[in-house]
T-cell receptor, first 115, second 114 residues
Framework: GAGVSQSPRYKVAKRGQDVALRCDPI?????LFWYQQALGQGPEFLTY????????KSGLPSDRFFAERPEGSVSTLKIQRTQQEDSAVYLC?????????????FGPGTRLLVL | GENVEQHPSTLSVQEGDSAVIKCTYS??????FPWYKQELGKGPQLIID?????GEKKDQRIAVTLNKTAKHFSLHITETQPEDSAVYFC?????????????FGKGTKLSVKP
């Protein structure tokens, strides 16, 4: 079946621009995570949704980062006024039921480059 | 909070040899430890996981061991093949609640030479 998909796969933005990254989780998956992966590093947690509820946003690095999942399926991560330090791969993961007891399946990521 | 350290950062082996990657974690409450393989330009893919109620798990050429007392766990790959070349990440989390975000190590780049 279809896995987690993300779009766009690559995004180049000028410093100060706003960007929106999309995640389509596996159909029926309740939990959705966003992670940020800097070059040569492991993924770092940004935020977590259970259906449409954002239960944890403790990993978002600043108030320029905003995520939503209004209908409990597709999620969008928005970054306002992008900075060079925002350059990274943004990974989305989903799991079938409540997080913590289920395998997390990752998408291919969106590689963001801020110039 | 949880902290996961992973060693080595790079590992080069000859095809057919074994490879071992080690991780330590800091939070004794962590009870779920997955391993992911990430190929260039792709997202992490789960290859094996272990929960704290078992000490070892094996799946064909891949095995994971867990020592809760010492708070470390290891990935063992036997009979390595060139297609095993990738970056491997260990992770830890506490499952059973309503959270479960993974804390990752920094990764090990494995190169298998034919």
């Amino acid at each position: 079946g279809a896995g987690v998909s993300q779009s766009p796969r690559y995004k180049v933005a000028k410093r100060g621009q706003d960007v929106a990254l999309r995640c389509d989780p596996i159909s029926g998956h309740v939990s959705l995570f966003w992670y940020q992966q800097a070059l040569g590093q492991g993924p770092e947690f940004l935020t977590y949704f259970q259906n449409e509820a954002q239960l944890d946003k403790s990993g978002l690095p600043s108030d320029r980062f905003f995520a939503e999942r209004p209908e409990g399926s597709v999620s969008t991560l928005k970054i306002q006024r992008t900075q060079q330090e925002d350059s990274a791969v943004y990974l989305c993961a989903s799991s079938l039921r409540l997080a913590g007891s289920e395998t997390q399946y990752f998408g291919p990521g969106t590689r963001l480059l801020v110039l | 909070g949880e902290n996961v350290e992973q060693h080595p950062s790079t590992l080069s082996v000859q095809e057919g040899d074994s490879a071992v990657i080690k991780c330590t974690y800091s939070d004794s409450a962590s009870n779920y430890f997955p391993w992911y393989k990430q190929e260039l330009g792709k997202g992490p893919q789960l290859i094996i996981d272990i929960r704290s109620n078992v000490g070892e798990k094996k799946d064909q050429r891949i095995a994971v061991t867990l020592n809760k007392t010492a708070k470390h766990f290891s990935l063992h790959i036997t009979e390595t093949q060139p297609e095993d070349s990738a970056v491997y990440f260990c992770a830890a989390t506490w499952y059973g609640g309503s959270q479960g975000n993974l804390i990752f190590g920094k990764g090990t780049k494995l190169s298998v030479k034919p």
